[in-house]
């Protein structure tokens, strides 16, 4: 049992990381790493608290109800779940993350070495690969796990450890400050929290076809298979942002995360770089995609009692992720990042109520913090397009470090919890997750 229980983990876990780590984690760390130079240690640790640590706690927060972010948002109120549901399925599906998926490919994996390959070819090429993994969901895990993420961790593994063996420029003092809250936003951007509260269905449903119907079981294994995905991250970014430091004398400060990434294992790896970054950016993509569009297929198809099935809807959502796919990354980035910026909060202080259990017992205790979540959030979108429209937000404490929600949600959640009457009625078994299995 305990060598089932062993391989059942590490096959779960790899294909967990490799659904979190998406191109976009990928270009993070070095640019984070030639900003501090000497003085990176902080910067990874500030990285990993909301690159890896926030994700982790989602997926426990998950485990521990044997559910996902629908079952969170139920203590708020039904429509609130939904609404919310669908808002962040499509946000981190097919109007923004898969799309950005397949853009990064051709722009980091595909163009740099096949330049007269049309943008439009690769992303058709990219979703029928993605969709033959996706519409088999029952081997979804085993074969990401198993195929895809061994090739994408070799990889990673040969440029890092030549960036250690061999530096490609020396770590220099770039006299850079607030490293730790830097690298906390930068975390933060990745998405990879919100991400979590959605690979977890797949998650949970592949511990459970495993044999794990316990509980305590399914929590265990959850946690063991995520750990696994914390270390690989946690050796990667680490890696990354090791390698990163090395670049501060050789390039300008103002380079593009992307021309950073290419020019830095051009310089590790010589000529066979670009290949290299080309196989390592496109299965870093593909494994996010997959995950990405197996969960938002799962999740209208329960929506809808089945009314949308899940191969049918799949294929719907490979195609509007494919039309939106021949935009730039830059353009899909800019598209969604107002929805993002309110969703994130939410999803965040949902994951630590959750984690809190039964010492918040009332649903209007949860309704009231969250919605006050929400209401900065907006404000402070709003504020962010239109500059200084709403003058008072950058009085909130940490506004300019872009968590003005953090203090009024804590205020509220205090207040709240003292003056609204302890009531029994945290997450119910009925409120069931529209994720799970």
């Not at 994996?109 to 088999?136: C, D, E, R, T, W």
């Not at 990401?144 to 220099?172: C, N, Q, S």
């Not at 899909?332 to 939410?346: K, R």
Request: glycine share 8%; with cysteine.
């Amino acid at each position: 049992m305990m060598k089932n229980s062993t391989k059942h983990s590490l096959v779960i876990g790899f294909a967990l990381f490799a659904m979190f780590f998406g191109a976009g984690n990928l270009i993070f760390p070095p640019f984070l790493g030639k900003a501090a130079g000497n003085a990176f240690f902080a910067s990874i640790i500030g990285f990993l608290i909301t690159g890896v640590g926030l994700p982790l706690t989602g997926i426990i927060a998950c485990a521990k109800i044997n559910g996902t972010y629908n079952k969170m948002a139920n203590r708020v109120g039904r429509k609130f779940s939904i609404i919310t549901s669908v808002a962040l399925i499509l946000v981190i599906g097919p109007l923004f993350a898969i799309p950005r998926t397949a853009a990064t490919t051709f722009e980091l994996g595909v163009h740099p070495l096949f330049a007269s390959v049309p943008q439009n070819v690769v992303v058709i090429l990219y979703f029928a690969i993605a969709l033959a993994f996706v519409l088999k969901p029952s081997s979804i895990i085993d074969n990401v796990g198993k195929i895809l993420t061994p090739a994408l961790l070799l990889m990673l593994a040969i440029i890092i450890f030549k960036g250690i063996i061999d530096p490609i420029g020396p770590i220099v003092n770039t006299s850079y400050k607030n490293g730790f809250s830097k690298a906390l936003i930068e975390g933060y951007q990745t998405m990879d929290v919100m991400a979590s509260v959605v690979f977890a269905g797949i998650i949970i449903s592949s511990v459970k076809a495993k044999g794990y119907k316990n509980a305590t079981d399914i929590m265990k294994m959850t946690i063991k298979s995520a750990l696994v995905a914390v270390t690989g991250l946690t050796f990667v970014y680490g890696g990354l942002m090791y390698i990163g430091t090395q670049t501060s004398t050789l390039f300008p400060p103002n380079i593009a995360r992307t021309s950073l990434v290419t020019q830095l294992v051009k310089l590790d790896l010589g000529s066979i770089g670009s290949v290299i970054l080309s196989l390592c950016v496109s299965l870093a993509c593909l494994t996010t995609a997959i995950g990405l569009l197996a969960s938002g297929a799962q999740f209208f198809s329960k929506l809808s009692k089945n009314i949308l099935p899940y191969k049918p809807t799949a294929i719907i959502l490979a195609v509007v992720s494919g039309l939106l796919a021949t935009n730039n990354v830059d353009s899909i980035v800019t598209l969604a990042g107002p929805v993002l910026q309110i969703l994130y909060p939410i999803v965040i202080v949902l994951i630590i109520i959750t984690l809190l259990g039964d010492k918040v017992k009332s649903n209007m205790v949860v309704a009231i913090t969250i919605y006050t979540t929400l209401l900065i959030s907006i404000l402070d979108t709003i504020n962010g397009i239109y500059a200084n429209s709403i003058g008072f937000i950058k009085f909130i404490p940490l506004a300019s470090a872009g968590f003005s929600w953090i203090l009024p949600t804590l205020i509220a959640f205090v207040i709240s919890s003292i003056l609204v009457k302890p009531k029994e009625d945290a997450i119910k078994d009925e409120a069931a997750s529209i994720f799970e299995a």
